[in-house]
């Protein structure tokens, strides 16, 4: 995995068909997708269920780009191995999710995965200079964890501009996840964030029988991203 600040388009699974999860990841690399993102959820960090390591194991052979796990688990410490035995490339942890996310995070890295942190809508940046130097990837919310389909949260716009100074020339991703769409895009690219994670934007209109309109999704909101930062 190299890094570079180039948009990317992280599509979401949890708007996928859960009945075909091989295909429908297939169909968004084949359309385009530059990462794979799973929303591992706990039903107890977050108010809603996914993914334990099976079922991550599982996408695994289907994933030819990058496995993107987000885990809005917690405690999180006793399944970061389980999550990177199952092929996970990027894990990330919440700094929500318990007291000592900078163990967390050093664990992240021992198991030889990409460590990302997660920071929900109402969290601010004061510990970032304490962990950058051991993340890859921040990932600020942009909507409260637990499901797809919700508005997009307008003072995070601040926050990334605040935190891509902070990130200076690190190799660190800005990660954005939630409400992603050809509105919401632009505004993030300009603050400063390259991996845009989308559900329902990119899914909507298609399916594994007619995957062309996950394309033309995906399209649309890499150009409307790109087009801001030509003109920047
Ligand atoms: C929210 C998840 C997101 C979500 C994005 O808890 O982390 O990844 O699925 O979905 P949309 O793009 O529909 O907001
Ligand atoms: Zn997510």
């Given at each position: 995995m190299s890094f570079d600040r180039n948009i990317k388009i992280a599509p979401s699974i949890?708007?996928?068909d859960f009945a075909n999860f091989g295909e429908e990841i297939r169909a968004i690399e084949g359309q385009g997708a530059d990462w794979v993102h799973v929303d591992v959820m706990d039903g107890?960090?977050?108010?809603n269920l996914t993914f334990g390591p099976p079922a991550v194991k599982a996408f695994r052979p289907h994933v030819t780009t990058v496995m993107d796990v987000h885990l809005m688990i917690a405690p999180v410490d006793p399944y970061i191995e389980a999550y990177a035995e199952a092929g996970a490339d990027v894990i990330t942890a919440h700094?929500?999710?318990?007291?000592?996310i900078h163990r967390t995070l050093q664990a992240i890295r021992a198991t030889g995965a990409k460590a990302g942190l997660a920071l929900n809508p109402?969290?601010?940046?004061?510990a970032i200079p304490y962990l950058l130097d051991m993340v890859d990837l921040i990932c600020v919310m942009?909507?409260?964890?637990?499901?797809?389909?919700q508005k997009f949260i307008h003072s995070q716009i601040d926050k990334v501009r605040r935190l891509r100074a902070m990130i200076g020339d690190r190799p660190v991703h800005i990660e954005i996840d939630g409400g992603i769409t050809t509105e919401t895009a632009p505004l993030m690219a300009a603050a400063g964030a390259d991996v845009l994670v989308a559900g329902s934007a990119v899914f909507?209109?298609?399916?594994?029988?007619?995957?062309a309109p996950y394309g033309a999704n995906i399209r649309a909101i890499r150009d409307a991203a790109e087009a801001v930062l030509a003109t920047a």
């Open positions: 949890l708007s996928a107890h960090f977050v108010p700094l929500e999710a318990g007291p000592h109402a969290t601010g940046l004061d942009t909507v409260n964890p637990g499901f797809g389909g909507k209109g298609g399916s594994v029988a007619n995957p």
